[in-house]
């Protein structure tokens, strides 16, 4: 209930309503830096990690979702606040940004899902099975 309520009050004041995009920008930095950082980081950092899955397909997860998820929504979030005040008489098109912020974000999250951690969980199993040298290799990678 407490969080709804601040939910609610997050654009009571007709200042904050221009400053919603940039602010979920800053809300999906706070969220890519937890999963891209934090959960896949530590998933490819620990020693044993280091030594079965660095590499793989398991690094651009952690990479993608770390550099994009963090960096380019923090230099999104700052655009799109330096926007609301050149433009400053300027209506944004309410649909277009939100289409356009989640848009970006279930796009970074379906190339994770759906490519990169896939066959890097793959690739991990092949790494410890049979080695790195044939996680890597063509013949893996290259079947149907």
Sequence with gaps: ????????????????????WPLYC???VAF??????G???FLINPPISLFYIQGLNTTPVHGHAALFGVYGFLALGFVWLVATYLFKGQEFDENLMKVGFWGLNAGLMLMI?????PIGI??????????MWYARSAELLQQS
């Design 26 to 28: 800053f809300i999906a």
């Design 39 to 41: 959960v896949f980081g």
């Design 1 to 20: 209930a407490e969080a709804y309520e601040h939910y609610r009050l997050q654009f009571a004041q007709s200042w904050a309503k221009t400053l919603k």
């Design 113 to 117: 899902v759906l490519s990169l951690l």
């Design 122 to 131: 793959y690739q991990a199993f092949a790494s410890l099975e049979q080695g």
């Design 32 to 37: 890519w830096n937890m999963l891209g950082a």
